[in-house]
């Protein structure tokens, strides 16, 4: 099943396959997958474990390769991009959120937020830089080192860092799943805010119905495919739909 | 408990390949070492075995000394025949065996290392009386012919039928070489060399035309053993002389010369030792990181019911495992190391035949032990900080060892360095044999002082050393400095192991080039003589080369001197007791009519008019040390026998002219036959010097190995021979360098494992390859030069607090080569850089999902 979007797409994926092993062993993590992510949308990924839904945001953001297939983020196909060139897309025009581990231990929040920058030796834009901390309510943590915020708190200052060089798209990959729920709530109303306010285009891996229903749009994958694509998500809907492949599951 | 032990260290075999790297290569040079002593003590022992008959019989002299200055102690012919005619005898010959007759090679120099005896000897056709065995031609029968060894015959370049130049104390003998022989099995003595003469010949050249022979060798009839032979010969030869039976005399030959031997020995076992210390410190750092990336396993461990001793022991129980495996490599490759030391040995001479490898399980069992001890007690800190994680940490996400404060190591650091700096000023401030142990003592202290202390150095010089790099390198170089200073413990263990290896290396250096600036000093201050006139191992040359020399025109003043060795007493100097041999002395002779002109001496009281023959004088710190004063009987035991002294003058110490000394004629009056060791030359005063010591070059070609040289080419001479020492000790230093330079590829490899998932980050972010490449080489380099530094102020204040101690004794200046230690640091800071290669590469390799997605 394929999924268009009319408005434009920040990324996409066209007839993505991913698959590990060979013979009898051979696993499709992906199987032909095609995917747009709209720009200025927050677009959350579901499915049960082993679905495929990680390996497709990681290929999608270039950090794994797909066995075949094609995956582009603006005008750019990132299947004929070298690491030197991955490297500078990541850098400037991707940003990354992931489960757990977000933060260098050594640099203070703030020089975390700003790591992105620093490596490519650009300054900040310092109006932008102080809406952002704003945002994630960071301001009078800024000097703190990592193991003295909560995880609520770090994970923030990984969204701050995510959207610091205005990227194209972001990446979040389970971005909630070690947080307390008022911690989550928090982290995903940041996504969402920008979403809606800046225009930031977001990608999120979940298994979450909860972090699911703060998206504009859910993906649903089951065995490598896509099963289903549900607009302006709740969270009893996404359960609902949720429960099915369970359901399903235990009977195959 | 010990499976688990046993599947961790399969599966972290990689994380201690360095390890077990480390202290293979110890192990290995000691056992290795050991092997080596052990081959060299069974070469000897057989090679005496074969060539020594069944009864022995030497002179018995007062006091045999090193036998310098070219005392020939001598048995009287009529005893042979005596000898000949016990009835246990079968046969009895006479040996005349010395030091001193140089082989001249076909370059016209002379052969064999400097220092290493020189034999003269008289030849034997029958092979049960002589330990020599024609390989070529055949023995000497005339007063014109001459045998060599075969060493010297290939070194030299000289063939049977070839007419050689032998140059003896008493004179040069030029002779037909008609053949070449071995010693026994080995191709020549232990690296000595050896020419062989007619009898009659070798008394003339060893002994000044003396009939006596220097040994007396017997050998057994049938059925009488070598201890009813001896009993035999004592009965009929007087009491001055020495009988052994073949077996006793052998076991002494070879010992003797094994023990001048193991004095490398014993500094390559030191080195060895070092090399393990520094070793443990990789030891501590891995396990220490093996624990803390295993800690929520081993908390696991302790939350299903394993005690806190369980847990150290099982970590014990694999450091014991690495130990020993290592260990039993090590031992492996010391075999390798013996043929490195063969090899290294041959270099100078020492041929050592094909005696197999001696191998005693008394060196696998030392080697075994010391690494096992090593790496236990190494791993037993971090396996007691294991045994204290508690077991709610396998519960929790974020679980790591509970750091501790280091202000504990802050205390006992700083005391252990504070007590160092004490004793070491203590030993200055005292001075002497007593003040230099203190020094030592001091010296450990401060070093193991500061292996404790600085964990808490680690950040703030790690700080301060990388201030520059966030300018220079931007994020990268802010990384690479907080990841220096972000363990400190184990940054600091890091550098400690090339700490040691560095204030060694810096101490030695500046100790060397102290001693050299204190001699140069000397030889301005208290040589008067335009020219040095001596052989370069300090061997007595013949008389007749002063005279020449002082027939020459130009020539002012010719002094001599020479030195040897006694036996000392004196009112104020204890009696021995027991079995305690009396104290030695090195005793120099003087011209007290000349050596005014040509050594400066400063007298504090009494002067060298009163230096008669039956007079001494010794420098002030000796007569303090020995609480002689003016008027004092001193008593000498040469080889010869005893003579009494009167001291009558007292000088200051003058660089290396310290000590007692008599007049030349004393030392010939009480029977010890003399070359000159060295002749000062004073010139005319409008000599033209560069012609004058043509002249003096003119003479010294008919007497090869005796050079003449001016103070500028002495001074040089001096500094080359203190260069080559150190560069061997700072080669033997090398292997623990090594072993602190796999100490930082170690720490670097373990930390980018343990970062996998930071550097994943990184790199999901935005970072290059290079630039986290860039980050380990920084922090590599932050750490080398944190250890190089430390090193480098310890080794300064050791070899200052050495040469202030030793200050009295000649070595007075104090110099410190600035730009060699710079150099050092900036060895260490690329030696910093090549060891972070394999990790950084590594680190860079990193697959970015892999990394972020590893636990």
Redo the contacts between chains.
Sequence with gaps: MSVQSNTIAAASASALSKIYGSGEAEVRALDGVSVDFAQGRFTAIMGPSGSGKSTLM?VCAG??DATSGTVSIGETNLTTLN??DL??L???RV??I?Q????????TALENIT??L????RKPDQQWLDQLIDMVGMRDRLGNKPNQLSGGQQQRVAAA?ALVTRPEIIFADEPTG?LDSRAGAEVLAFLRESADTHGQTVVMVTHDPTAASYAHRVIFLADGQIVDDMDDPTAERVLERMKGFDAKGRRS | MFRASWRSLVQHKLRLVLSVLAIMLSVGFVVGTLIFTDTLNKTFTDLFGQTTTDVVVTPKTDFEGLGLAGEVPTLDPGLLDEIAQVPGAAKAGGAVFADGVAIIGADDEPLGQPGAPQFGSNWSDDEELTPYRLVDGTGPSTANEVAIDSVSAEDGQLEVGDTIRLVAPTGEVEAELVGVFRFGTSGNLAGATIAAFDTETAQNVLLDGGQGFTEIDVVAAEGVTQQQLADEVTAVADPDVTVQTGEEAADQAASDITEALSFFNVILLVFALIALFVGSFLILNTFSMLISQRTRELALLRAVGATRGQVTRSILAESLAVGAVSSVLGCAMGIGVVYLLRWFFGTFGLDLGSTPLQLEPRTFAIGIFLGVAFTAVAAWFPARRASKIPPVAALRDDATLPAKALTLRALLGGVQMLAGAGVLVAGVASGGSSGASLVGLGVLLLLTGTITFSPVLATPVARGLGYPLPRLFGTVGRLAVDNASRQPRRSAATASALMIGLALVTALTIFASSITASLNAAIDRVIGAEFIVATDAQRPFPRSVANEIEGLPDVSVVSRTTFTEAQLAADSIPAPTGAEEPPTTFVGTVDPSTVADVINLTFSAGDLNDLTDDGVIVDTTTASNSDLEIGDEVEFTFASGSAQFELVGLYEPAGFFTGYAITNQALEDAGVRIGDTFGYVRAADDADLDALKASIEGVLTSYPGVIVQSQAELKEQVQSNVQTLLSVMIALLGLAIVIAILGIVNTLFLSVLERTREIGMLRAVGTSRWQVRWMVVLESVVIAVFGAILGVVLGVIFAGALQRTLADQGIDVLAIPWPVLVLYLVIAMSVGALAAAWPARRAARLDVLTAITSE
């Design positions: 990681h950090l794994d690491d030197g490297t500078r990541r850098r400037d940003g990354f992931f757990s581990f977000n933060l260098v231990p050594t640099l790591l992105p620093d490596i490519a030796g860092r070690n």
